[in-house]
């Protein structure tokens, strides 16, 4: 009979380990969707992002309390799993504290270190949820965020403090059992915070605090598996991404565009008709319709998005009140992405068309032409993502294949041609003008 927790234990963490393995493989392989882009140049560059953006969160710091808050959180996720391991090992090996006899003294001061991240991130939860259900700050109640936007930011906020709760208690009815000298509990000493709840414990008998201990234990390992396995569905699965989003960062300058190949060639062959090759296969598309179209990269930079709407907030064309949400263009991605991955899947492994396209369907033209390319939204994200690329291709599908583009766009791309300028001016006309400036 006392294996039979063990059973239970391995048996939830096994289930629990493979439904995560599952949701991430699938994630991958819609990531993968994408076309190939290489980025694995100046790996010394890119390490120092990670560590910098990922790990340091260089860029939260812009609002340092905001900065100070979300590092308890973010400390309090990494660190506390330290003490997860511990919960693991004596779930599947049926001890108690099984670290306590071989860390001695050391034990109860990194319990106490978790118990006061644990507070921390209960206090920084708090202050985030009065944040966007109570301030409501205007990038947290933006339209793009109604539904199931909104309420996956509470739910996690709301989870996190209850998880944090559970550690408490457990350790409080632990140390409770340990001062009555309970046979299966190991004396540590006093700890920081769960200390202060001990008179809440004080006149129940051992085995109500038996039952409470066991209780709070179970709840709180199952808490984290099903968080764990809620990550795949939520905007925090940035927690996981953000690391190799900001290695696999782009390096190149802020503000340059990336040339179209294709173009650049036809152009060149133009100019020198000798350096065509022949027989070489006209391309396929401009630009991309689809996410199918993107470069992977974009579709992990939309998997990576925090929503946290810094972007949005910066975007001179949203802050006008146009209707360019840098925030949705990276949410239509990923939205679009899932769609095409469960309808691969539904297919035995090929895409079905669904008469549903990224552009159109999910980001419309007005968004698309709203934009200014400032590049505003690269610059505030805190995990290195680039809405402009998505925009950019997207743009260049419009353009490009359908024709679509104001008619004052095309008098410039005209003129631009014709020209070399965006103006209606000759080049000699133009040189007229600055002469006669200078005159």
Request: glycine content about 4%; overall charge neutral.
């Amino acid at each position: 009979m006392h294996i039979l927790p063990q059973i239970l234990f391995f048996c939830i963490l096994a289930y629990a380990s493979w439904l995560f393995a599952k949701n991430i493989i699938q994630i991958r392989k819609n990531i993968l969707l994408g076309t190939q882009e290489d980025l694995t140049d100046q790996p010394g560059l890119r390490w120092k992002n990670v560590f910098l953006l990922a790990l340091g969160q260089k860029k939260m710091f812009r609002n340092p309390l905001v900065a100070i808050l979300h590092l308890f959180v973010y400390a309090g996720f990494i660190i506390i799993n330290i003490e997860v391991l511990e919960i693991i090992l004596d779930g599947l090996l049926g001890t108690h504290r099984l670290f306590l006899s071989p860390l001695g003294n050391l034990y109860p001061v990194l319990i106490n270190a978790f118990e006061v991240l644990a507070l921390l991130v209960i206090i920084a939860c708090s202050i985030f949820l009065i944040r966007r259900n109570g301030i409501k700050l205007k990038r947290f109640i933006s339209k793009d965020l109604d539904g199931w936007p909104h309420s996956d930011a509470n739910y996690i906020l709301i989870t996190e403090i209850v998880l944090m709760t559970l550690f408490l208690t457990m350790n409080a009815t632990d140390r409770s059992l340990q001062l009555q000298a309970h046979e299966h509990y190991k004396n540590t000493g006093d700890f920081a915070i769960s200390s202060l709840l001990l008179p809440l414990f004080q006149n129940m008998p051992s085995t109500s605090l038996v039952w409470i201990e066991r209780s709070a234990w179970w709840l709180h390992i199952i808490g984290i598996l099903a968080f764990l396995n809620y990550l795949p569905y939520s905007k925090h699965l940035h927690i996981l991404l953000a690391f190799p989003n900001a290695y696999f960062a782009r390096l190149k300058p802020m503000g340059e565009m990336d040339n179209m190949e294709s173009i650049q060639n036809e152009v060149k062959y133009m100019m020198q008709p000798e350096l065509a090759p022949t027989g070489e296969a006209a391309p396929v598309k401009f630009g991309a319709k689809d996410i199918m179209d993107l470069s992977w990269k974009n579709l992990l930079d939309a998997y990576s998005c925090t929503e946290c709407g810094r972007c949005s907030a910066a975007c001179p064309a949203n802050i006008t009140g146009k209707l360019l949400s840098p925030r949705k263009i990276m949410m239509d991605t990923r939205d679009r992405a899932e769609e095409v991955g469960r309808n691969i899947k539904a297919n035995g492994g090929v895409f079905k068309d669904d008469n549903k396209t990224l552009l159109h369907h999910y980001i419309t033209t007005e968004e698309l032409r709203a934009c200014t390319t400032c590049n505003a939204c690269v610059q505030e994200c805190p995990v290195s993502i680039s809405p402009l690329d998505i925009i950019l291709e997207l743009r260049r599908n419009l353009i490009m294949e359908e024709s679509n583009a104001p008619q004052e766009w095309n008098s410039m791309f005209s003129n631009i041609e014709n020209n070399f300028a965006p103006w209606k001016m000759s080049p000699d006309d133009r040189d007229k003008w600055a002469t006669e400036m200078e005159g």
